[in-house]
DNA sequence: CTTTTTTGCACAATCGATGGTGCAATAACT
DNA sequence: AGTTATTGCACCATCGATTGTGCAAAAAAG
């Protein structure tokens, strides 16, 4: 603070200064001093120095020789998504309050680029890695594996690393459930006025269809393989799977079920095209939860995944150090139309 | 790749099973050969042998040495956003394609908090950072200035490094201007209809105040201090205010100026406690750009801030090396109501 | 067949921290 | 006073790379 050279303090420019020995105040520095026996009087010399000269430990260094960084990485598919920047959100709060520092990375739901951003990773030597919605988490498994990094997998399963994600079959019985009731209000329901949109080859669209089928025929008594229309996660994609229903039906279904937020914006791009007169009455149940499109404007139900549970859940595990590669579920919940919830924002002070 | 071995290749490894130095074999590994007058067949031999082990160098070494590390650092207020969380996509997609790792991290507004995440930052040696809405600017810069890292700030400007930021004055004229002439339609709006909710003490706030003041004064003729209320970054606190209002007038402003994204969150929670037909006439202006946020049940004109093209200013004004402490301004977009842009995710191939 | 030049590489110091080991000086016991 | 225990710290190897320097061997020049 006080100090005004140029250059970064290191343990050797305080070991002159104090006129200790280098590992001395490399001990002091880093808490292990009183293992090492030192006199409490030499520590607090030392502090003192460090905190005129500004000392800041270099991690590289650390990091080498230790071989820990204290970095933990979060793998995401994209941030641009409120699931998952407030995955990232939450896991920064968690990580800084380990004394660790977080580093948030996204991989395009890309299966080599998720391996090859690891590997980047497992060069920092980093300590822990959270892996969220990998497309193809046994890769990377095995990249970490490898190296010897501990890991978990949230959100997508894996079979070789414990996996921690929402009980989407569970979660898809409620959101369909939820919006087949609300659409009945409107009189009678036929299998054919509800659709499901989005998803594609992935644990989680696999157990949201099966939840949303099961509803559905116990409910509605049918269900015909055409009301299932995967798009995989892209906007655009979505938008042309509502396009080509409007055009074969001159109307959207009376009530869809959309995979994920992603594909709501899908939605979005073909509502852009349309006046929205047209779509006042349908009905959409929404697997994720995004407190804008809770509001639009015809009833929007949401699912709202617990990812900051997730994220403890996963430290937990990772604490307890090489649990089974077993699949733990986390329960969302379901959030009907029109409701604004607390997120992680909501933790920060805020001066006017 | 065919390797088995549990550990990870060195150098020394590698030298080993070559033949040749540590020293040839960090050459050869690093690019730098041609250079040191190695030979091509000498060459050939290591990268072939390293391919064999997958050797991947270890990058707390090389920059334990090299005092760089590869890394680029954003500092975000937060991450659960849209502005930010696409901000953080398009700067990944940057660093990576620049052969850099992204570090994303966010500080929640508080000026002692960006300075020690920042301190953190550069104990791993990042080369470069880009300061993001930082509340504190100038104080991030000095911590950056005495570890002679290079950065820029973004968002929100300061005086001591370059900053790049929306042109804010303009963007919220043109949003003003775009409220007043949709609320005109429906009739005239007098002064004390047209509100501006949001934003504090802020270089950026205060340029939207300015220029909503400015358009407004002269589209309506006046513009009473009444109709300006601050609420810092915080969905609770706007909702506050909605609710405040809406108490003493019995109906919300017929037309208003949102101050973010993070604000619009707060419209949210007001209009969760209110039945949605009460406002069905409101025209609001957001300060900001969400997809869902467009197609609310109500006009919501919006403002895109171009964050692409920010980072990619900043990384010219970084290359350029020192440039002077000014301000650049990028342009923003008004997008009319019920608009689908596509952004950063459109440039992922996806699979269906 | 020398002398000079070029080629190809090895050596060793270094970046800044960590942690095992060993050795004085002091304190505690006979 | 002589012996043993304890305290307090210095020394040094080490983590895995980078890079300036130096020196043989090979090639080119004379």
Redo the contacts with the bound molecule.
Sequence with gaps: MTDISK?????????ILS?????????V??G?WRK????????QLIQKLANEHG????L???G????RSGLVGLLLPVHDNRYFSSMAQSFEAQVRSRGQCPLVVSACRDPEEERQVVETLISYSIDELFIAGATDPDGVHKVCEKAGLKHVNIDLPGTLAPSIISDNYEGARMLTQAIIERAQEDGPLSPDDLYLFGGRNDHASHERIRGFRDVKRALLGADPDICIQPTGYSPAMTARAFEAFYEGHGKLPRAFFVNSSINLEGLMRFLALHPHETFADIIVGCYDYDPFGSFLPFPVFMIRQDSEAMITRGFAILDADRGPAITHLVQPTLVPPRTALIGPLDALKDIE
């Design positions: 250059k970064k303090a290191t343990i050797y420019d305080l070991s006129g200790a020995s280098p590992s001395t105040v490399s001990a520095l880093n292990s090492r026996r030192i006199k409490e009087a030499t520590a000392y800041k430990a270099n590289q260094a650390r080498l020789r230790s071989s």
